[in-house]
C-alpha cells in the first residue's frame, strides 16, 4: 500500500521565480492496484512521481511505502529504489551497456545482489517484456528498434522485482501497434507480479480501459481521486482543466448536448456504440 | 542545482548599458580587463572598483542576481587567495607553524583577488546585459577582418550561438538521465573518485548519444531552412553604433587615462 | 514557368539507404507514384519504418532519390541545382521540438531563415512578425525557446517555416511527441494555414488527425497501400487493420452500429459527420412520433 499524506513540494524556495509543484497532495493506493494519473504537461505530475520513489523530498508531508517512510531523514536510498521501480518518460535513452542483457542487469546489480540472482532476474524480466532472453540478451541495445529499446529498458526496472511499478508515459511517441504492445506487456506484468502499477498517460482510452483508480492532477493539487467511472463521470470539470473523458464518452456527451437521449455514457467503443443503437433503433 | 545558475545569463533590461551596440560593450569588457593588469596600486584598484560600480548602478542588475551567479567561482578566488598569502617570500609579519604571511604575500593576494574579483564581475555584466545573440553578432564582426587570413568568424559565432542555445537543452537532459539512473539504485554521491568516475559511464554514454542525436536533428534542421554558411546571409538585426557608443568610448578611453597615469 | 496544378509529383520514386550491413539496408521507399495537388491538405500515414519519414526528407530534397523522379513546383529533386529552390517552396518541421531551434531567441530564431535567403533586415523583420502572429505566439518573441512548452516550441517551428513564405509546409510527425493540448494547438494551425491557401503535407500516424485531410496516403513497408479521400480509405477499416494502423473512432463505432443492422452511409468518418446522421435519424424519429 501506498500512503501519501499532505505532502507538498516548491521549487526554488525563496527566490523570486518560487513556484508551487505540488500543494497538499493525500491519497492512498491499494495494494494489487492499477492506478492512472492524469493532468496536462506542467500540472505537476512528473514531481509527484518523483517523490514517490525519493527522487525528491517534499518540503512537508510523507509519504508511506508498506510500513516504510520514505520520506524520513536518513532512509535507506536504495531499499527505496527497490521497493519502487519508476520509468521515465523515453527510458531507452538511458541505454548505456554494451548488450541488451547487461543493460537490464544494472539495476540488480546496484541492488547488490549475487551474479546469479541477477543473472536470473535479467532473463525474468527480458521474458516479461516479451523479449527472448537467448535471442536479445547479447545485442547491442542501440540496434533495436524503438519499441523493443523501450522494452529492454522497462525491463531494466522490472529486474529490481520493484513492489510498485511507476510508468510516465511509456507509450509516448510508439506508433499504434507498439502502443498497444507495449500497454498489453504493461498489463501482463501487472498480473504476473501482483505489484502495484501506476500509469501515467495523456491517453484517456489507456487509462479508462485498463486503470480501477484514477488520480488527476491539476495545478499541484489532487482534484479527483476515484474509479474510471467516477472521474470520467465529471467530464465537464476534466474539459475545464483542459483534459477530457475517453473520445468515445466525449462523443456520446456531445450528442446528449445537442439533444440526442443518451442514458448511460460508457467510456469505451462497444458501450458507446451500444447507446447509441438504443436511441436509432427506437 | 542546475536552475541556479546564472553567470552567462542575460537580464531582461533596457538601461543605458543593455542598450549599448553589443561591439562597444565586448571591446569595454577586454578594455577594462586589461587596465585591470596595468592597474598597480591602491588607487588604481579603488578607481577601477567605482568605474564598475558605476557601470552596474548604470545597468540596473540587482546586485543580488550578480552575486548568484559568481558564487560557484568564489571558491576559486579564495583558493587562489590562501594559496598566494603562503608563497611569496619577504618580510615575515606573521606566522602559522610552517606557513608564513609576508607583507608582499599579503599584498600580491589581496591585489589578485581583488582583480579577479572585479574581471569576473566584470565580465558576467557583458553577458546579464547583451542578449546571446547579440553577443555572438558582435564577436562575428569584430573578428571578421580576420578572415582574410583564414579565420572563419561566421562559423565561430554560429558554433558559439549553438553551444548557447543547447547548453539548458543538455542540462536538462543530464538531470532526467541521471535520475533515471538512479531510479535503478545508481550512486554518484559515495565511494572512491575512481569508483565515482566509473560511476559516471551510465551518464556520458547517453548524453554523448544524446548529443549526437541533436547534433544530427539539428543539422538537418538547419539544412532544410536553406543554411548554407555565411555566404549572402543578412541579417535581421543589423548592429548599429549611435551616440551611446560614443559616450561609452569616451568613458572608457577616460578611465583607462586615468589608471595608466595614476594607477601604476 | 508556369505552376504546375500538383506542387509534389512522384513517378516510381525509391529510396534505399546505403548501409554496410545490406539486410538491414533495402529501399526505404520502394517505386512510389503520386502527387500532392497544390494548396491541398495531404495526410501521409504509415506506422514507424514504413517510409514515410524518408519520403518527408525526400520532398525537402535533403535526401535524393535512387531511383524514380520526384518533383516539387517543378523542380526536380535530383538535380542540385535547384536545391535552394525546393527547400524554400517546401518547408519542414520536424518531429522533435527541442531539436530545430536554432536560436536562444525566439524571433531570431524564426528570421532564421529569411536570413539564410539573403532577404533585407526590413523586410525580414515583417516576415517574422507575421509569422509569429499567424502561429499566435507573437507575445513569446523575446523568450528563450527552452523555457516554452513542446506545444509551443513547434509552433515556433511553423512560424520558422512559414516566414521562408513557402509554398508548401511538410510536416514530419509534428505532434508525435506532444501532449493532447499542444496536439490540437498544431492541428488548429496546420488547419488555419489551410484554409489560407498554404499546401500541407501532415505525415503521422494519428488516424484520427488524417481523417480531416483531403487526401491520404496510407505507407506501408516502403510502399503505398491506399490512397484517396478520408472516406474512401476509411471505410478499408479491415485493410488498415491488418497492417496494425488504428481505425478513427467514428469509424469504429459506425461498424458496430452498422452490426446490429442499423443503415449507416460507408462515407461517415468524422465525428462530425456521425453526429449529424445521428441529429437527423433521431429528428426524423420525433417527427413521427
Given at each position: 500500500?501506498?500512503?501519501?499524506?499532505?505532502?507538498?513540494?516548491?521549487?526554488?524556495?525563496?527566490?523570486?521565480?518560487?513556484?508551487?509543484?505540488?500543494?497538499?497532495?493525500?491519497?492512498?493506493?491499494?495494494?494489487?492496484?492499477?492506478?492512472?494519473?492524469?493532468?496536462?504537461?506542467?500540472?505537476?505530475?512528473?514531481?509527484?512521481?518523483?517523490?514517490?520513489?525519493?527522487?525528491?523530498?517534499?518540503?512537508?508531508?510523507?509519504?508511506?511505502?508498506g510500513d516504510t517512510d520514505i520520506t524520513e531523514k536518513g532512509s535507506n536510498l536504495l531499499e527505496i529504489r527497490r521497493k519502487?521501480?519508476?520509468?521515465?518518460?523515453?527510458?531507452?535513452?538511458?541505454?548505456?551497456?554494451?548488450?541488451?542483457?547487461?543493460?537490464?542487469?544494472?539495476?540488480?546489480?546496484?541492488?547488490?545482489?549475487?551474479?546469479?540472482?541477477?543473472?536470473?532476474?535479467?532473463?525474468?524480466?527480458?521474458?516479461?517484456?516479451?523479449?527472448?532472453?537467448?535471442?536479445?540478451?547479447?545485442?547491442?541495445?542501440?540496434?533495436?528498434?524503438?519499441?523493443?529499446?523501450?522494452?529492454?529498458?522497462?525491463?531494466?526496472?522490472?529486474?529490481?522485482?520493484?513492489?510498485?511499478?511507476?510508468?510516465?508515459?511509456?507509450?509516448?511517441?510508439?506508433?499504434?501497434?507498439?502502443?498497444?504492445?507495449?500497454?498489453?506487456?504493461?498489463?501482463?506484468?501487472?498480473?504476473?507480479?501482483?505489484?502495484?502499477?501506476?500509469?501515467?498517460?495523456?491517453?484517456?482510452?489507456?487509462?479508462?480501459?485498463?486503470?480501477?483508480?484514477?488520480?488527476?492532477?491539476?495545478?499541484?493539487?489532487?482534484?479527483?481521486?476515484?474509479?474510471?467511472?467516477?472521474?470520467?463521470?465529471?467530464?465537464?470539470?476534466?474539459?475545464?482543466?483542459?483534459?477530457?473523458?475517453?473520445?468515445?464518452?466525449?462523443?456520446?456527451?456531445?450528442?446528449?448536448?445537442?439533444?440526442?437521449?443518451?442514458?448511460?455514457?460508457?467510456?469505451?467503443?462497444?458501450?458507446?456504440?451500444?447507446?447509441?443503437?438504443?436511441?436509432?433503433?427506437? | 542545482?542546475?536552475?541556479?545558475?546564472?553567470?552567462?545569463?542575460?537580464?531582461?533590461?533596457?538601461?543605458?548599458?543593455?542598450?549599448?551596440?553589443?561591439?562597444?560593450?565586448?571591446?569595454?569588457?577586454?578594455?577594462?580587463?586589461?587596465?585591470?593588469?596595468?592597474?598597480?596600486?591602491?588607487?588604481?584598484?579603488?578607481?577601477?572598483?567605482?568605474?564598475?560600480?558605476?557601470?552596474?548602478?548604470?545597468?540596473?542588475?540587482?546586485?543580488?542576481?550578480?552575486?548568484?551567479?559568481?558564487?560557484?567561482?568564489?571558491?576559486?578566488?579564495?583558493?587562489?587567495?590562501?594559496?598566494?598569502?603562503?608563497?611569496?617570500?619577504?618580510?615575515?609579519?606573521?606566522?602559522?607553524?610552517?606557513?608564513?604571511?609576508?607583507?608582499?604575500?599579503?599584498?600580491?593576494?589581496?591585489?589578485?583577488?581583488?582583480?579577479?574579483?572585479?574581471?569576473?564581475?566584470?565580465?558576467?555584466?557583458?553577458?546579464?546585459?547583451?542578449?546571446?545573440?547579440?553577443?555572438?553578432?558582435?564577436?562575428?564582426?569584430?573578428?571578421?577582418?580576420?578572415?582574410?587570413?583564414?579565420?572563419?568568424?561566421?562559423?565561430?559565432?554560429?558554433?558559439?550561438?549553438?553551444?548557447?542555445?543547447?547548453?539548458?537543452t543538455l542540462l536538462e537532459e543530464t538531470d532526467k538521465i541521471m535520475k533515471a539512473q538512479q531510479a535503478r539504485g545508481a550512486?554518484?554521491?559515495?565511494?572512491?573518485?575512481?569508483?565515482?568516475?566509473?560511476?559516471?559511464?551510465?551518464?556520458?554514454?547517453?548524453?554523448?548519444?544524446?548529443?549526437?542525436?541533436?547534433?544530427?536533428?539539428?543539422?538537418?534542421?538547419?539544412?532544410?531552412?536553406?543554411?548554407?554558411?555565411?555566404?549572402?546571409?543578412?541579417?535581421?538585426?543589423?548592429?548599429?553604433?549611435?551616440?551611446?557608443?560614443?559616450?561609452?568610448?569616451?568613458?572608457?578611453?577616460?578611465?583607462?587615462?586615468?589608471?595608466?597615469?595614476?594607477?601604476? | 514557368?508556369?505552376?504546375?496544378?500538383?506542387?509534389?509529383?512522384?513517378?516510381?520514386?525509391?529510396?534505399?539507404?546505403?548501409?554496410?550491413?545490406?539486410?538491414?539496408?533495402?529501399?526505404?521507399?520502394?517505386?512510389?507514384?503520386?502527387?500532392?495537388?497544390?494548396?491541398?491538405?495531404?495526410?501521409?500515414?504509415?506506422?514507424?519504418?514504413?517510409?514515410?519519414?524518408?519520403?518527408?526528407?525526400?520532398?525537402?530534397?535533403?535526401?535524393?532519390?535512387?531511383?524514380?523522379?520526384?518533383?516539387?513546383?517543378?523542380?526536380?529533386?535530383?538535380?542540385?541545382?535547384?536545391?535552394?529552390?525546393?527547400?524554400?517552396?517546401?518547408?519542414?518541421?520536424?518531429?522533435?521540438?527541442?531539436?530545430?531551434?536554432?536560436?536562444?531567441?525566439?524571433?531570431?530564431?524564426?528570421?532564421?531563415?529569411?536570413?539564410?535567403?539573403?532577404?533585407?533586415?526590413?523586410?525580414?523583420?515583417?516576415?517574422?512578425?507575421?509569422?509569429?502572429?499567424?502561429?499566435?505566439?507573437?507575445?513569446?518573441?523575446?523568450?528563450?525557446?527552452?523555457?516554452?512548452?513542446?506545444?509551443?516550441?513547434?509552433?515556433?517551428?511553423?512560424?520558422?517555416?512559414?516566414?521562408?513564405?513557402?509554398?508548401?509546409?511538410?510536416?514530419?510527425?509534428?505532434?508525435?511527441?506532444?501532449?493532447?493540448?499542444?496536439?490540437?494547438?498544431?492541428?488548429?494551425?496546420?488547419?488555419?494555414l489551410h484554409r489560407r491557401g498554404m499546401t500541407i503535407v501532415l505525415i503521422t500516424h494519428f488516424m484520427e488527425e488524417a481523417?480531416?485531410?483531403?487526401?491520404?496516403?496510407?505507407?506501408?513497408?516502403?510502399?503505398?497501400?491506399?490512397?484517396?479521400?478520408?472516406?474512401?480509405?476509411?471505410?478499408?477499416?479491415?485493410?488498415?487493420?491488418?497492417?496494425?494502423?488504428?481505425?478513427?473512432?467514428?469509424?469504429?463505432?459506425?461498424?458496430?452500429?452498422?452490426?446490429?443492422?442499423?443503415?449507416?452511409?460507408?462515407?461517415?468518418?468524422?465525428?462530425?459527420?456521425?453526429?449529424?446522421?445521428?441529429?437527423?435519424?433521431?429528428?426524423?424519429?420525433?417527427?413521427?412520433?
Amino acid at each position: 500500500m501506498i500512503k501519501v499524506s499532505n505532502i507538498t513540494h516548491v521549487y526554488s524556495k525563496g527566490l523570486p521565480d518560487e513556484s508551487v509543484a505540488l500543494d497538499d497532495v493525500s491519497f492512498t493506493i491499494e495494494d494489487g492496484s492499477f492506478t492512472g494519473i492524469i493532468g496536462h504537461t506542467g500540472s505537476g505530475k512528473s514531481t509527484l512521481l518523483q517523490h514517490l520513489n525519493g527522487l525528491l523530498k517534499p518540503d512537508s508531508g510523507h509519504i508511506f511505502v508498506g510500513d516504510t517512510d520514505i520520506t524520513e531523514k536518513g532512509s535507506n536510498l536504495l531499499e527505496i529504489r527497490r521497493k519502487v521501480g519508476l520509468v521515465f518518460q523515453y527510458p531507452e535513452y538511458q541505454l548505456f551497456e554494451e548488450t541488451v542483457a547487461m543493460d537490464v542487469a544494472f539495476g540488480p546489480k546496484n541492488l547488490g545482489l549475487s551474479d546469479e540472482e541477477v543473472r536470473a532476474r535479467t532473463v525474468e524480466a527480458l521474458e516479461l517484456v516479451g523479449l527472448d532472453a537467448e535471442e536479445f540478451g547479447g545485442k547491442s541495445p542501440f540496434e533495436l528498434s524503438g519499441g523493443q529499446k523501450r522494452r529492454v529498458a522497462i525491463a531494466g526496472v522490472v529486474a529490481m522485482r520493484p513492489e510498485v511499478l511507476i510508468l510516465d508515459e511509456p507509450t509516448a511517441g510508439l506508433d499504434p501497434k507498439t502502443h498497444k504492445d507495449v500497454l498489453g506487456m504493461i498489463n501482463d506484468i501487472h498480473e504476473k507480479q501482483h505489484n502495484i502499477t501506476i500509469l501515467v498517460s495523456h491517453n484517456m482510452s489507456d487509462v479508462a480501459a485498463m486503470c480501477d483508480h484514477v488520480l488527476v492532477i491539476n495545478k499541484g493539487k489532487l482534484v479527483m481521486d476515484g474509479t474510471p467511472e467516477e472521474v470520467f463521470g465529471r467530464a465537464d470539470e476534466l474539459n475545464e482543466m483542459g483534459l477530457s473523458a475517453p473520445p468515445a464518452a466525449e462523443f456520446l456527451r456531445r450528442l446528449k448536448a445537442s439533444g440526442v437521449p443518451i442514458g448511460r455514457i460508457p467510456l469505451d467503443v462497444a458501450g458507446a456504440a451500444d447507446e447509441i443503437i438504443k436511441v436509432l433503433g427506437r | 542545482m542546475i536552475r541556479d545558475i546564472t553567470l552567462g545569463q542575460y537580464y531582461q533590461g533596457t538601461s543605458l548599458i543593455h542598450r549599448l551596440d553589443p561591439r562597444t560593450k565586448i571591446i569595454a569588457t577586454i578594455l577594462y580587463i586589461i587596465v585591470l593588469f596595468i592597474a598597480q596600486n591602491a588607487f588604481g584598484l579603488a578607481i577601477s572598483t567605482l568605474a564598475l560600480i558605476a557601470v552596474i548602478a548604470l545597468s540596473k542588475v540587482p546586485l543580488g542576481f550578480i552575486l548568484r551567479g559568481v558564487k560557484p567561482i568564489f571558491i576559486i578566488i579564495v583558493f587562489t587567495f590562501v594559496l598566494n598569502l603562503f608563497m611569496i617570500p619577504g618580510e615575515a609579519i606573521a606566522v602559522l607553524g610552517p606557513l608564513t604571511i609576508t607583507r608582499e604575500s599579503l599584498r600580491t593576494a589581496s591585489f589578485l583577488a581583488g582583480r579577479l574579483v572585479l574581471l569576473i564581475f566584470g565580465a558576467s555584466l557583458l553577458t546579464l546585459t547583451t542578449k546571446p545573440i547579440g553577443l555572438t553578432d558582435g564577436i562575428e564582426k569584430l573578428i571578421s577582418p580576420l578572415r582574410r587570413i583564414g579565420v572563419p568568424a561566421h562559423e565561430i559565432a554560429m558554433m558559439m550561438t549553438i553551444a548557447l542555445r543547447f547548453i539548458p537543452t543538455l542540462l536538462e537532459e543530464t538531470d532526467k538521465i541521471m535520475k533515471a539512473q538512479q531510479a535503478r539504485g545508481a550512486d554518484f554521491e559515495t565511494g572512491s573518485l575512481v569508483k565515482r568516475a566509473k560511476n559516471l559511464i551510465p551518464i556520458l554514454v547517453p548524453l554523448f548519444i544524446s548529443s549526437f542525436r541533436i547534433a544530427q536533428d539539428l543539422a538537418m534542421a538547419m539544412e532544410a531552412r536553406c543554411y548554407r554558411g555565411g555566404e549572402g546571409r543578412t541579417r535581421m538585426n543589423s548592429m548599429q553604433m549611435t551616440r551611446l557608443d560614443l559616450a561609452g568610448f569616451a568613458f572608457q578611453a577616460a578611465f583607462a587615462a586615468i589608471i595608466i597615469i595614476f594607477g601604476r | 514557368m508556369p505552376k504546375e496544378s500538383d506542387i509534389i509529383r512522384a513517378d516510381e520514386l525509391t529510396f534505399e539507404y546505403i548501409t554496410d550491413e545490406s539486410a538491414a539496408g533495402g529501399k526505404a521507399i520502394d517505386s512510389v507514384s503520386f502527387t500532392v495537388k497544390r494548396g491541398s491538405f495531404t495526410a501521409i500515414i504509415g506506422r514507424n519504418g514504413s517510409g514515410k519519414s524518408t519520403l518527408a526528407k525526400n520532398m525537402n530534397a535533403l535526401l535524393f532519390p535512387t531511383g524514380g523522379k520526384l518533383w516539387v513546383d517543378g523542380y526536380d529533386t535530383s538535380n542540385e541545382e535547384y536545391l535552394w529552390d525546393i527547400r524554400r517552396c517546401a518547408a519542414m518541421v520536424f518531429q522533435n521540438p527541442d531539436n530545430q531551434l536554432v536560436s536562444t531567441i525566439v524571433e531570431d530564431d524564426v528570421a532564421f531563415g529569411p536570413e539564410n535567403l539573403g532577404i533585407t533586415p526590413g523586410k525580414i523583420r515583417d516576415r517574422v512578425d507575421e509569422a509569429l502572429k499567424d502561429v499566435g505566439m507573437y507575445e513569446f518573441r523575446k523568450k528563450a525557446p527552452h523555457l516554452l512548452s513542446g506545444g509551443q516550441k513547434q509552433r515556433i517551428a511553423i512560424a520558422g517555416a512559414m516566414a521562408m513564405h513557402p509554398d508548401c509546409i511538410i510536416m514530419d510527425e509534428p505532434t508525435a511527441m506532444l501532449d493532447p493540448k499542444g496536439r490540437s494547438a498544431v492541428l488548429n494551425i496546420a488547419h488555419k494555414l489551410h484554409r489560407r491557401g498554404m499546401t500541407i503535407v501532415l505525415i503521422t500516424h494519428f488516424m484520427e488527425e488524417a481523417a480531416t485531410a483531403d487526401d491520404v496516403i496510407i505507407m506501408d513497408g516502403g510502399h503505398i497501400v491506399m490512397k484517396g479521400t478520408p472516406e474512401e480509405v476509411f471505410s478499408r477499416a479491415d485493410e488498415l487493420r491488418a497492417i496494425n494502423l488504428d481505425i478513427p473512432i467514428a469509424v469504429r463505432l459506425a461498424e458496430h452500429i452498422r452490426a446490429a443492422g442499423i443503415d449507416l452511409p460507408k462515407s461517415i468518418v468524422t465525428e462530425d459527420e456521425l453526429a449529424d446522421f445521428i441529429l437527423k435519424r433521431t429528428e426524423t424519429h420525433d417527427k413521427g412520433q
